[in-house]
């Protein structure tokens, strides 16, 4: 899904946080439908879902953390909590500095929201959250870049004219498709490995204990059925 490691960090503290009593799980709480804040605060959305499931086979009891996307990795590394489920893609980068479960979605398509149809993507401003994939990548096309703490701010930057498209997760841009004259453009990108839940490299025993309950629910149908309630990506 979106995001990529930007720099990086330091050696993973040796936190056993399998061991816990509660399994603090940290996510952005920004980027619906994959997780967002409902009206009364709480965490919602597919990774919400998700989580409460995978927590229910892997017999453990967590709870919800939120975090902001550019710290979301250093701040797990800290001890802050003790897993990321944030629509992260499984990149080499981060897999420098944190491990990950096998993916839960197949690679989402990044897709391009614009005011025109008939924008040049290597002539133009092109908008991204940053620290993402989709960010790298139109920076290694060569392109102009700029590049926004939320994504919100990647859709706002259009409206207002200071970008010419944005690049994201095709899902998060749906809803906005349409909108105050926003058009998707027939190019899409397919980035990165599909998105995983993110550990300390200390925390082996916990990583497995997820990836088991991920495989199950693969093997029982259910984690596509929860794909597609939210549709965030395509099924396995």
Do not use: H
């Not at 056993?16 to 967002?36: I, Q």
């Not at 197949?106 to 929201?113: E, G, K, Q, R």
């Not at 259910?222 to 395509?234: G, M």
């Amino acid at each position: 899904m979106k995001r990529l490691l930007g720099t990086a960090l330091a050696l993973s503290l040796s936190t056993g946080a399998a061991f816990a009593d509660t399994v603090r799980l940290g996510t952005e709480g920004a980027y619906a439908p994959w997780n967002f804040l409902d009206d009364s605060g709480e965490v919602a959305g597919f990774e919400r879902d998700l989580g409460d499931e995978l927590c229910k086979r892997a017999a453990l009891n967590c709870e919800w953390v939120t975090n902001d996307w550019d710290s979301i990795i250093p701040n797990l590394v800290s001890g802050n909590y003790d897993a990321i489920i944030a629509g992260m893609s499984i990149t080499e980068d981060r897999e420098k500095v944190i491990d990950f479960t096998q993916n839960y979605t197949p690679p989402d398509p990044s897709a391009y929201l614009a005011l025109s149809d008939d924008v040049d993507l290597a002539g133009a401003v092109v908008a991204a959250q940053a620290t993402t994939i989709q960010a790298a990548f139109v920076a290694g096309q060569g392109w102009t870049l700029v590049e926004f703490a939320t994504p919100e701010e990647t859709v706002a930057a259009v409206r207002n004219g200071e970008a010419d498209a944005v690049l994201a997760d095709k899902s998060f841009l749906d809803p906005f498709a349409g909108q105050d004259g926003l058009t998707m453009l027939s190019r899409m990108e397919q980035i990165g490995g599909g998105v995983g839940m993110g550990f300390r490299k200390s925390d082996t025993e916990l990583r497995a204990k997820f990836d088991a309950a991920i495989q199950s629910m693969k093997d029982d149908g259910s984690l596509n059925e929860l794909i597609a309630k939210w549709e965030v990506a395509t099924q396995f």
